[in-house]
């Protein structure tokens, strides 16, 4: 179109058309060129992010650009986001999966300085610390809630033990209720308690997954339900699960302390 | 790191868009655009007024109702358009089947207007403003298509700012940072500016329309209207030729019928035509015959209307240039020669060129054909010969200022598409039209023009192909030159061929005379010639071509002198030659057998004479400053002083309260004569002042004692230095207080130094005081 213009503009001999022209296809030039040079040019630094997240949760990174852009994540996906010209923009990411999220690809793009046409760059950038992203809590294993029979529902004194063992001389230190009056009366002297502590229930849960990713997320959304179930019956629940380099088994003493077990946990462990 | 480019899909939702920058941006482009095509005569005024009008307030509605649809409103709008094109349609048919084509651009701007107007009241989106941006380039290129001088680039500036200022507002409305920064609309418009000059660098100028073209759009010899004119002339049709009274001289006498060499117009810069052409050349306006021996004049009677010569001829003998170019006549007191004043074409010198544009010249009627000789068209003929090669040239003269009824043409013309119903032309090639042409014409002339070489020049020797009367009145002279004769023929003892006689003069003629135009008058009774040959050797063009032509013929070879004008500056803008009048010439044309008049310019080897540097330079500064327009200079040289003074105060103004106390205080020591040093302190300082209000020598032990002012400076620059150091700063009521108190302290030291003052003159007056 442009050299349709010049054409007309020449034939005709008119000058300012053909000074009309050449500025419109300055604007074009530099409508078409700079955003390319602005993407390149665009600095994108993820300054801040969670560090547990739940597998299809919307998660929130703070990402900050060197100028006013378009940005999304690619992967983990999530929606468009415009910079502006504060100093952060707030970025929504869906982990689709569960695992360690140790970098987020970017979409970037600029229309600068005009608006006509919009370049695009996809950069992958790492996160400002790794993000383990948890599997959403899923129907808990009853074959291994119902193995463990009777499980005691313990105090509020949970670990210390109820029942009286014997009675010793007080010493410094001893807490003034554990005073065994009757026992004081007759030895004339202050006497405590002495009890027998119950340990609780010890339960062992194999994280071990499936080769298939979507078996395996499901899997460990049905070991961390349980996980979550026995701990909230006051079991003491050892899992088991494999991790980068080594099986993993150990004591875990939350609901959180599963979820980043079981982000990171492998599918197999054939080869260790 | 992957840089992958690729384009986002154009399928978007398009919000309403908020940015009243944008808004305004795109409503002043379209404003510019209809404003422009108004101003090169596309548009009616009225028609502009409106439609600017409708797109102010359409977009003000659109503004206002960007998050609501109108049903009714867009079937009304939809009415509009199609009305307009219907109207549009209607109109060029109408212009077609009288066969005027070219004249379409008048409907097409104004449909482009009523368009813009519809589509302002239905723009409430970004890409809408987009659509309004875009077309508004269209006005202004509709607008352009006819501009041809340097003014037009106010019209394509503010375009262009408009135009800048809603890109980078849309950019930053998407981006959602608000308003654009100063830096982001003049960076990415700086880059433009150097893309569109570097593409206007590298491509090739524009150059002058076909006469094919000019057939094609209405310009064909079929056509019997008067007001048809070839395309080239369209900003010229719409205005017709002017039967004026008074003809104008373009400030150059020469063109006046006779040119009196005794009378010097001091030409100006003024811009008088504009030419567009295939390539430079000396543009004829007419040639003379009649030598006196001070003025040349034409050989019988003169043809065209008493209007538009006679009053040319008066113009010129009166000395008023009718043009209001800046000229004045330097030497008004003899008057130029008297011209025929016949109203009726002589059938023998003129033939009368009836039918309307395009005008067919036959080469029978302008004086002998140019033949185009083997070999000739790419060989110049030197240096010294006027006219380029090639065989035709295609001009288009637009005129600046109301010009003579002279029709300016290259070499030979052939065709001229000129908006008169008749022209004149004279067996010596001069055209004339009946009436004069007013600023703003146009017309278009297609020359043949021919260039001998050297060597084809000096085989043509004698007088062959000249009438009788025409070679008697190409050799006449008013005496004889005898000692004008017999310099030519010592110049040319050596030469045989006419064109090395005509070279060897021109030459002699460059090395022993100088290029003025400040010469002294030429006094009742003397000989142009002679004077300048002999007495002064300083003269311009006319001097000079003068004494060539008279030289030639004592030597017996037919010449002639011809006026018109050279080229002028080119500009690259408009692909333009600005003709000023200063550029108006005059040349001598010499007989060649088989090729015709052939143009020889001695002036342009004549070496200017030593100019005074500083008497230029003060005539080109009072020059330019009588240019300058005073009513829109004043107002804006105000304004500016304004702001230099606001300026130049704001930055003297203490910017703290601490600031203006310590100013007051060194203000108050200045005036007490208190020499203080860099070392001193302000509280320093201020015990002198306060020694000084209390009448007691400088103590500065005494610091914090009352003055006489109620509040001692020793306490003001206490609080100020408090304030400084302990960052502590008082309320705005205290603050402005301690200012006052300063400015007290300022006023009674003043009081009290010129009491003192007082006193001890009256003391050294007083007699009884001289005693003690």
């Known amino acids: 179109m442009l050299a349709a213009w010049f054409t007309v503009a020449h034939d005709s001999g008119a000058g300012w058309v053909q000074t009309i022209g050449a500025l419109v296809a300055g604007a074009l030039v530099v409508g078409l060129v700079a955003p390319l040079i602005a993407v390149l040019r665009l600095r994108v630094r993820v300054v801040s992010n969670p560090a547990d997240a739940l597998a299809r949760v919307p998660a929130t990174l703070q990402v900050s650009l060197s100028a006013p852009a378009e940005v999304r994540a690619v992967h983990p996906p999530g929606p468009v986001a415009l910079s502006g010209r504060s100093p952060s923009t707030a970025l929504e990411v869906v982990p689709a999966r569960r695992g360690v999220v140790e970098t987020c690809t970017l979409e970037i793009a600029s229309a600068a300085p005009f608006g006509l046409v919009w370049w695009t760059r996809t950069l992958t950038v790492p996160l400002a610390r790794p993000m383990a992203v948890a599997p959403r809590v899923g129907t808990p294993a009853r074959e291994v809630l119902d193995e463990v029979p009777d499980a005691p529902r313990l105090s509020a004194m949970r670990g210390r033990g109820t029942a009286t063992r014997g009675a010793r001389p007080y010493e410094p230190g001893d807490p003034r209720r554990l005073v065994h009056w009757p026992a004081s009366a007759h030895a004339g002297r202050l006497m405590v308690r002495e009890t027998d502590r119950q340990s609780p229930r010890t339960v062992a849960v194999d994280g071990t997954l499936p080769e298939n990713p979507a078996a395996a997320d499901e899997q460990a959304g049905r070991v961390l339900a349980t996980v979550v179930e026995l701990l909230g019956q006051g079991c003491r629940v050892q899992l088991r699960t494999v991790e980068p380099g080594r099986v993993v088994v150990d004591t875990v003493a939350g609901a959180a302390t599963a979820s980043r077990r079981l982000a990171l946990a492998l599918p197999r462990d054939d080869d260790r | 790191m992957s840089v992958l480019g690729r384009r986002h899909p154009a399928r978007r939702v398009w919000p309403p868009e908020d940015s009243i920058l944008l808004r305004v941006a795109a409503t002043g482009a379209v404003s510019t655009g209809i ?171 524009p150059h002058a329309p076909s006469p094919a073209a000019s057939a094609l759009f209405g310009g064909s010899s079929g056509s019997a209207e008067p007001s048809h004119l070839a395309p080239a002339a369209t900003a010229g049709a719409q205005r017709r030729a002017q039967p004026t009274g008074a003809a104008n001289v373009g400030g150059y006498l020469g063109f006046a019928g006779a040119l009196d060499t005794a009378i010097r117009p001091s030409l100006g810069n003024e811009v008088v035509l504009r030419v567009r052409a295939d390539r430079p050349s000396y543009w004829l306006a007419e040639t003379f015959d009649t030598w006196s021996g001070r003025s040349w004049s034409e050989t019988g009677p003169r043809p065209g209307a008493p209007a538009s010569r006679a009053g040319s001829d008066a113009s010129g003998a009166s000395g008023h240039n009718a043009s209001g170019a800046s000229g004045h006549i330097d030497n008004s007191a003899e008057g130029i020669a008297a011209t025929n004043e016949s109203s009726q074409p002589s059938a023998s010198r003129w033939h009368t060129l009836d039918g309307g544009s395009p005008f067919l010249v036959e080469p029978a009627l302008a004086g002998p054909p140019p033949p185009v000789p083997d070999g000739s068209e790419q060989a110049p003929l030197g240096a010294s010969t006027v006219g380029g090669g090639g065989t035709s040239d295609y001009q288009t003269f637009y005129l600046a200022t109301a010009a003579s009824n002279l029709v300016l043409h290259a070499s030979h013309a052939s065709v001229v598409w000129f908006p008169s119903p008749r022209l004149y032309v ?68 050596d030469r045989s061929t006419v064109y090395a006689k005509v070279t060897a003069l021109e030459h002699w003629i460059a090395t022993h005379t100088k290029y003025t135009t400040r010469i002294p008058p030429l006094a009742p009774g003397q000989d142009t010639v002679d004077q300048f040959l002999f007495v ?32 002028g500056r080119y500009n690259p803008i408009t692909g333009l030659y600005d003709e000023q009048a200063k550029d108006a010439h005059a040349w001598v044309q010499v007989w060649f057998p088989g090729y015709g008049w052939q143009s020889f310019d001695p002036t342009a080897f004549v070496p200017v004479t030593g100019p005074n540097p500083g008497t230029t330079l003060a005539h080109d500064i009072l020059s330019a400053l009588r240019r300058i327009p005073v009513a829109p200079t004043a107002p804006i040289a105000g304004i500016l002083a304004l702001t230099a003074f606001a300026l130049w105060w704001r930055r003297r103004r203490p910017t703290s309260w601490r600031a203006a106390v310590t100013r007051e205080l060194e203000r108050a020591a200045h005036r007490a004569g208190i020499a203080s040093t860099p070392a001193d302190t302000l509280g320093t300082l201020a015990a002198h002042i306060d020694a000084v209000l209390d009448g007691r020598e400088t103590d500065t032990s005494t610091a914090g004692g009352s003055s006489a002012v109620g509040s001692s400076a020793v306490a003001v620059a206490a609080a100020a230095e408090r304030a400084a150091w302990q960052s502590v700063d008082p309320d705005r009521a205290t603050a402005r207080r301690h200012v006052r108190h300063a400015r007290d302290v300022r006023r009674a030291v003043g009081a009290r130094t010129q009491l003192r003052a007082k006193f001890s003159s009256a003391r050294r007056s007083s007699p009884g005081a001289r005693g003690r």
């Open chain 2, 35 to 205: 404003a422009a095509c108004a101003a090169q005569g596309e548009l009616s005024w009225n028609l502009a007024l409106v439609t600017g009008a409708l797109v102010v307030v359409g977009n003000a509605v659109s503004h206002l109702f960007r998050r609501r649809t109108l049903p009714p409103l867009k079937f009304a709008l939809g009415a509009t358009m199609v009305g307009a094109f219907a109207w549009f349609f209607f109109t060029v048919s109408a212009q077609a089947s009288r066969g005027v084509l070219f004249s379409v651009e008048q409907p097409l701007a104004a449909l482009f207007a009523l368009m813009q107007a519809a589509h302002s009241f239905d723009v409430p989106s970004r890409r809408d403003l987009g659509f309004s941006l875009a077309g508004s380039a269209t006005l202004i290129a509709v607008a352009a298509a006819q501009a041809v001088d340097l003014a037009f680039g106010l019209f394509v500036l503010t375009w262009a700012v408009f135009a800048a200022l809603g890109l980078a507002a849309a950019w930053s409305s998407m981006a959602g940072v608000g308003r654009p920064r100063l830096r982001q609309v003049l960076l990415p418009a700086a880059a433009v500016a150097v893309v569109a000059a570097a593409a206007v660098a590298l491509l090739p100028p």
């Open chain 2, 536 to 567: 002064t050797r300083r003269g311009y063009c006319e001097q000079i071509s003068t004494s060539l032509a008279v030289m030639l013929r004592t030597l017996g070879i037919p010449a002639r002198e011809a006026v018109g004008y050279v080229p």
């Open chain 2, 426 to 493: 004279s067996s010596d090639g001069t055209i004339e039209s009946p009436e004069t042409l007013g600023a703003g014409s146009a017309y278009s002339v297609l020359s043949t023009v021919t260039a001998p070489t050297p060597a084809q020049l000096s085989t043509a020797n004698g007088r062959a192909g000249l009438t009788p009367g025409v070679l008697a009145s190409s050799l006449e002279l008013p005496r004889a030159y005898r000692r004008v004769g017999a310099l030519a023929r010592r110049i040319t003892a």
